[in-house]
């Protein structure tokens, strides 16, 4: 299964998707599986799934090196969500821009 199909898949059935298409890797965070394409993901808040990575998986096990890198870019993702969520007002709205008078 190539990665868009795969994708697919992920948008349609979202954290329904198990096995074999899908693994959990701990701590929030995934593997989708198809064949040699595994590309990492998480879930946010508001019904979001955010790609963090992709690979063409060439041996059985997730190079160390790689999940490592992908655990960074969850932990950055999560910080920056964190931060965002600080400076929103009180009752969750947008901030808007005042127009120039």
Do not use: C
């Not at 063409?56 to 950055?76: C, D, E, N, S």
């Amino acid at each position: 299964m190539d990665a868009l199909a795969l994708l697919k898949l992920l948008a349609e059935q979202g954290n329904g998707l198990k096995m074999p298409h899908s693994k959990p890797l701990g701590e929030g965070l995934f593997e989708l599986r198809g064949g040699p394409v595994r590309v990492f993901y998480a879930f946010r808040p508001g019904r979001r799934i955010v790609l963090l990575d992709g690979m063409r998986k060439k041996r059985q096990a997730i190079p160390p090196g790689v999940l490592k890198q992908v655990r960074r870019y969850q932990r950055t993702l999560e910080a920056a969500e964190r931060q965002r969520d600080r400076r929103l007002p009180a009752d969750g709205r947008r901030w808007r821009r005042r127009r120039p008078m």
